[in-house]
């Protein structure tokens, strides 16, 4: 299981494509409410989530956490107690830290970057401490995935089902969607 964590004024797009496309693989990702069930996005989209931060359970069974970016959302995502713990109950376990846009710059400021290649939206590279910064749009390095912004948010999605599923599953389903 995968917890996609939605704070007040996260960007829609980097949040809905990547938990449709992981559904579509057979994920189970449950929508996080920070501070709320319901959270509007910073376009005004409002989403009803599975669940709200008190009801998280930090366990063998969760995979690994997605935060999406956008604005005042990272800056929300950033101030959660929840979101901190489970960001540290990954780290320390081994799972899957997957961010784009702005919110690699939680995992940077939490310092879950050094020694690996990253990249966020442009503008916030001095916020990823210890990481090399790539030139890519989306990047796995090891347990971490981190992509530039809202643009890429399927190829964002694509590669986190292949961190989970493999990559034949991945491709699978973006050529389901059409993406190549």
């Known amino acids: 299981m995968l917890y996609c964590f939605l704070a007040q004024g996260f960007e829609e797009t980097e949040a809905i494509a990547p938990i449709d496309l992981l559904r579509r693989a057979g994920i189970d ?16 989209i409002p989403v009803v989530c599975d669940l709200t931060e008190d009801e998280i359970t930090l366990n063998a069974a969760l995979e690994g956490v997605i935060l999406p970016g956008g604005m005042p959302g990272t ?10 713990s489970a960001l540290d109950y990954c780290a320390a376990n081994g799972r899957l830290l997957c961010a ?26 001095k916020e990823l401490a210890g990481a090399r910064i790539s030139s890519r749009s989306v990047v796995t390095d090891g347990s ?30 973006g050529e389901a969607i059409q993406c190549k």
């Open 29 to 44: 990702v449950r929508t996080v409410g920070v501070g709320a069930k319901t959270v509007a996005g910073s376009h005004g």
């Open 144 to 173: 971490v995935i981190t992509a530039k912004g809202a643009g890429v948010a399927v190829e964002f999605g694509l590669a986190v089902v292949a961190a989970l599923k493999g990559a034949a599953a991945a491709a699978a389903i």
């Open 100 to 125: 784009i846009c702005a919110a690699p710059s939680v995992l940077g400021h939490k310092g879950y970057l050094k020694g690996k290649e990253a990249i966020a939206f442009p503008g916030f590279e």
């Open 75 to 84: 800056l929300n995502l950033e101030k959660s107690a929840a979101v901190q």
